[in-house]
């Protein structure tokens, strides 16, 4: 699962409970703000096992030379959040949840502001989870839409 920063104020900023299991006990909230999610900035402003939000405000370190974000950025943003919510369900069972596809069309640069992002599960099975994520602009354009499949496996410790 990515490890995001959550936004102060939101659904999941309050929740301060571990999860345990018989051999670990993981403190999600541990999690949040490191790994390769706090470097883009992505916010994770809510989280349940069937939506979840998101966004990452536009800097130029996001951007390829030609001055729109990467498209590296907007894959990051969907995987992230879709195992992020499909993490808030599993992880409880002793799973994990993993990036297993993830198909991003790009409909529509975007230059500045702030990439909002809305993620749906659409398939919740025992080993695979689909999400359905559209990232829009400030004026609520759609710029781009992934379709994300998540694979829930049992639990590795290191």
């Not at 809510?46 to 907007?74: C, M, N, S, W």
């Not at 500045?112 to 829009?136: D, L, P, Y």
Request: glycine content about 10%; hydrophobic content about 40%; overall charge negative.
């Amino acid at each position: 699962m990515s490890c995001p920063s959550v936004v102060e104020g939101s659904a999941v900023e309050g929740r301060r409970k571990p999860v345990s299991w018989a051999l670990v006990s993981l403190d999600l909230d541990g999690l949040l703000g490191k790994g390769f999610d706090s470097l883009y900035g992505l916010e994770i402003l809510e989280a349940t096992p069937e939506y979840g939000r998101a966004q990452v405000q536009i800097r130029d370190e996001l951007k390829q030379p030609f001055g729109l974000v990467h498209g590296g950025v907007y894959a990051a943003v969907a995987e992230s959040l879709a195992s992020w919510c499909t993490g808030t369900a599993v992880f409880p069972q002793g799973k994990s949840a993993n990036g297993l596809s993830n198909q991003t069309s790009f409909l529509r640069p975007m230059l500045e502001g702030t990439i909002h992002a809305v993620a749906v599960r659409k398939h919740a099975g025992r080993t695979t989870w689909v999400w359905e994520v559209e990232q829009s602009d400030d004026q609520g354009r759609l710029c781009v839409l992934t379709r994300m499949t998540i694979a829930i496996r049992e639990l590795q410790l290191p």
